[in-house]
C-alpha cells in the first residue's frame, strides 16, 4: 500500500466526521426553509428546478468542506451550468484532483419545492478517481445514511445490508424521470414499461441519492435511471457497495463516476435486472 493510500485511510475519519458535519448541518437549515423559499428558476427543463435553498446549501457545505481541506477539490450540482454535457465536462475537469468532494446539495429539489417530504444532502468524498466516504442525510426523517470504503454502511449506526430478494418477481424497485425528456426520459420510460410486469411493484419517490441508500438499507432492491449525474449517484453507490449490492451502468459494467445511467441492486437480481433493460433496448 502507497503512503498516499495509507493517507487516504488514515484520514477517513476525519474526512467522515467533515461530510456528516456538512450534511447535518445543511439538512437542518433547509427544513428551515421548507415552504419558505423566495426564489424558484428552472434549469434544464420545467421538471428541473433550483431555488436559493439549493445555492445555499451548496455554498455551506463547501465553505465548510474547503475550510477543513484547503487543497481538496469540490464539485457541487450548483456550480455547473444545466445540461448533461455540462455536466460531464465539470467532472472531467476534477478527475485530475486527488482529494474531490461531490456534492448535491439538495437531491430531490422538486420535492422539496413542493413540501413533498422525499430530498436529501448528498455528499461524497473520491480519492484518485474512488469514492471512499459517502453520506445521504433525510432531513424530513433525520436518517443519516454512512458508507466508508472497506468498513461498511450503517444508517442510525446500526450495519446496512441489501434485501435478500433472488428475483425480480419479488422485488419492490425504484426508478426516476429524467430531466432530459429528449433522450433519457424515453428510454427511462421503455424499460419502465418492460420491467413493471416483472416486479412485484415499482416506485418513483425523486431522488436518486435516497433511492439508492433505501437499497443499501434493503427497503428496495433495485433502482434504475439514465441521465443521472455523478452527484446523484457517487455517495449512493458506496452505500450499496458496502452493504453488499451491485452498481453498474445500465449495460452491466462496473460503476465508475462518469456511469450516468445506472443500475444498482441487491446484487442477487442484477443480471436478471440488466437483462431485462436490455431487452427492452431501455439502456445507453
Known sequence: MSDQQDAAIIGSKSFTAVAINCAAKAGEWIKTKLGNYEKLDIKYSSTDLVTE??????????RLV???????????????????????????SKLENEYLWIVDPIDG??????????????????????????????????????????????????????????????????????????????LNMKGLQAVA??????RSGGSAALHMAYVAAGRLSGFWEIGLNSWDLAAGSLLIQESGGTVT???????????RNVVASNGKIHDEFVGALDKAEATL
Open 197 to 202: 410486469p416483472q416486479v412485484r411493484n415499482i
Open 53 to 62: 435553498v439549493d445555492k445555499g446549501s451548496e455554498t455551506l457545505i463547501k
Open 249 to 259: 451502468d445500465s449495460l452491466g459494467q462496473p460503476y465508475h463516476l462518469g456511469v
Open 66 to 92: 474547503l475550510t477543513h481541506f484547503p487543497h481538496h477539490s469540490f464539485l457541487g450540482e450548483e456550480g455547473v451550468e444545466p445540461g448533461p454535457e455540462a455536466s460531464v465536462r465539470a467532472l472531467e
Open 109 to 186: 429539489t422538486t420535492n422539496f419545492v413542493h413540501g413533498f417530504p422525499f430530498f436529501v444532502v448528498s455528499i461524497a468524498l473520491a480519492y484518485r478517481g474512488e469514492v471512499i466516504v459517502g453520506v445521504v442525510y433525510d432531513p424530513m426523517k433525520d436518517e443519516l445514511f454512512l458508507a466508508e470504503k472497506g468498513k461498511g454502511a450503517y444508517v442510525h449506526g446500526k450495519r446496512m445490508s441489501v434485501s435478500g430478494e433472488d428475483t425480480l418477481r419479488t422485488s419492490l424497485i425504484a426508478t426516476g424521470f429524467p430531466a432530459d425528456q429528449q433522450y433519457a426520459l424515453p
